[in-house]
């Protein structure tokens, strides 16, 4: 099978890469991504293993090394030792200044007939019921409340 992302590393990138291996400090994911391009190296002074060996060599499953490959060779150097940046994902609040107004009026007024109080369900419910929502979770009613007590 030929490989789609073929590793052959500079001088310069294996002293860089060397250097890290035997320096002993650092996260473990850096020093085996460091030590699978160094054996997967197609490069003259490179050993150019195969795959397999390296998956037996240093304890890891056949993607992983395809993953290291990939990544030098779409995102460069760098981006293969370095952690990727964790991105939060953004959260969309359904509840705006003028639907929390509404929210709190409504629990404020009598409950529904035949109920005693305001259930966070029932809230949810009545909001989504009078328009001001397209949906809305119960777990979203009872943040809101409780941010304005």
Not at 93 to 115: F, M, N, T
Not at 122 to 141: F, M, N, Q, T, W
Request: proline fraction near 3%; hydrophobic fraction near 35%; charge should be positive.
């Amino acid at each position: 099978m030929m490989k789609k992302y073929i590793v052959r590393l500079s001088a310069d990138e294996r002293s860089t890469l060397k250097k890290l291996v035997s320096s002993g400090r650092g996260p473990a994911r850096m020093f085996t991504r460091a030590r699978i391009l160094l054996k997967a190296d197609q490069s003259d002074s490179g050993p150019g293993w195969p795959d397999d060996k390296i998956c037996e060599a240093f304890e890891v499953t056949i993607q992983t090394v395809e993953r290291v490959r990939k990544q030098l060779v779409e995102e460069g150097f760098d981006a293969v030792l370095s952690r990727r940046e964790y991105k939060q994902k953004v959260t969309r609040r359904k509840i705006d200044g003028d639907v929390e107004a509404h929210l709190i009026a409504l629990s404020c007024s009598d409950p529904p007939k035949g109920r005693v109080r305001w259930t966070l369900r029932l809230l949810a419910d009545k909001i989504v019921e009078l328009g001001y929502v397209e949906s809305i979770s119960h777990e979203a009613i009872r943040q809101a409340l409780k941010k304005t007590n």
